[in-house]
């Protein structure tokens, strides 16, 4: 039957049948003395793919290597899942050997190197091959896509077929965007040339033409704050006027609400240190700016929600407010009646956050809690603690050159985008794929003579 045509792999499969894999034919089952061919349900034809490899995977998967297709993942019915070519980072599309090591990587012998394939990776990189352009800001899912914000522009993501993820550029804005957030079903996005809006995710509206770093609203108050290179800005949902305060910050970063009273705003900046907004009745808001002198070293300090309670992000560690009531509190039988009665004496200042019993030291900028396990990024360096085993890990994450990271967002699901100078990083937890490594030998020293090869 195939004596005319290619045979590219014979496997033994778990219902003791045995899959024949073919060039020109594709599929093939051999069971109980009789043959079938497996339907092809695939946009592009098995036949098509000039198959010449196959190697059963860990997971019971196939990965066949090809002439012009790359890598091709299909399941033993003949469905292919992924395919990783050269617009995955792989240098030729001509793969003449699949290799998979213990630590379930596949390494692919090309025309011209080798390419390794981080199978099973719980981590999927996004940069400039994938559609990524410049450096990210903000990450959003709205209306069952992701968004993300960069130095470049808007985002979405666009998947294909066989797994493939890419991004393409919205072209609503071509400078920096900033941030999100998501108001009675209509997405808002934060620009170097100001504000836009959209209810369905494909046309945008300019509701605002205030370059905007940071923007925050309050569902009670039914208004936005923003701040931005200008000042801070507080319109109705109608985004008309009604307060600002102009002067020249610093670059924002976040602004939070205050989780025990929606009348106080914070707002974080790289340089300018942190601002707190108080509603007054008369003055519209009054603003008191935290920095050096009160804890935030370097002027820098980002508000963030943790555990329902508001903390800061600084250059070195975590850090809790400590207000002027209980500074007067504290401070009453030490100072006179009338330096309690002096704001200079009892100013709130900051203190070390202490999280899960562990002081950080270091810029921390970045914390989410998920379900299982706590994300946080301290000195560049991502990790999670593991609500399990009571301990903080980091080792997913050795390796990851992406520059600095920006941002992290959290889905429902436990995915975590993490938005870099120099890219998008995506992690989904997995348990087939294990960081830790057993070393069976150490090797100090190699040496090439001329002429000499390692493969």
Not at 66 to 81: P, Q, Y
Not at 170 to 197: C, H, P, R, S
Request: some cysteine; overall charge negative.
């Amino acid at each position: 039957m195939f004596e005319v045509y290619g045979v590219f792999g014979m496997h033994r499969l778990a219902d003791d049948s045995l899959l024949i894999i073919t060039q020109e034919l594709g599929f093939y089952k051999w069971y109980n003395d009789s043959i079938r061919k497996l339907p092809d349900f695939n946009s592009t034809p098995l036949s098509e793919l000039a198959i010449y490899g196959s190697l059963l995977l860990s997971d019971g998967d196939l990965a066949l290597n090809s002439f012009t297709n790359g890598l091709v993942i299909a399941d033993v019915d003949g469905n292919i899942k992924r395919k990783i070519d050269r617009s995955f980072g792989i240098r030729s599309n001509l793969v003449q050997y699949i290799y998979q090591d213990r630590d379930l990587n596949l390494w692919l012998a090309l025309e011209n190197g080798i390419s390794k394939v981080n199978y099973h990776s719980p981590l999927s990189y996004f940069n400039d091959k994938t559609g990524v352009e410049g450096n990210v800001q903000a990450i959003i899912r709205f209306k069952d896509n992701i968004y993300i914000g960069t130095s470049s522009g808007l985002f979405i993501k666009n998947d294909g077929l066989y797994g493939t993820r890419r991004f393409v550029n919205t072209d609503v804005v071509k400078d920096q965007i900033w941030d999100f957030e998501i108001v009675e079903n209509t997405l808002f996005v934060a620009t170097a040339n100001g504000i836009y809006k959209t209810n369905d995710g494909k046309n945008f509206i300019q509701v605002n033409r205030e370059q905007t770093n940071t923007i925050v609203y309050r569902e009670n108050r039914k208004d936005f704050i923003i701040g931005g290179p200008r000042g801070i800005f507080v319109y109705d949902n109608r985004f008309n006027d009604k307060w600002s305060y102009t002067y020249n910050f610093s670059t924002f970063f976040n602004g939070e609400i205050d989780p025990t009273n929606d009348s106080i705003i914070w707002l974080g900046t790289t340089k300018s240190g942190v601002l707190r907004l108080v509603e007054d009745p008369e003055e519209g808001f009054i603003i008191d700016m935290y920095g050096y002198i009160d804890g935030l070293l370097d002027d820098l300090g980002k508000p963030m929600i943790y555990n329902d309670s508001l903390i800061f992000g600084a250059k070195d560690g975590l850090f809790y407010f400590v207000n002027e009531d209980i500074m007067r509190e504290d401070l009453k039988d030490q100072l006179t009646a009338e330096e309690l009665a002096d704001p200079a004496f009892t100013k709130g200042i900051f203190e070390p956050y202490v999280l899960n019993d562990s002081l950080f030291k270091g810029q921390f900028l970045l914390l989410e809690k998920g379900e299982d396990r706590i994300w946080y990024c301290n000195e560049f360096k991502i990790g999670y603690y593991d609500h399990v085993t009571k301990e903080f890990k980091n080792r997913p994450f050795w390796g990851i050159d992406y520059g600095r990271i920006n941002k992290f967002y959290l889905e429902e699901d436990g995915v975590l985008w993490i938005g870099a100078a120099e890219g998008l990083i995506r992690y989904e937890k997995n348990n087939l794929k294990k960081s830790e490594s057993h070393f069976y030998s150490l090797i100090r020293r190699v040496e090439l003579t001329k002429g000499d090869t390692i493969v």
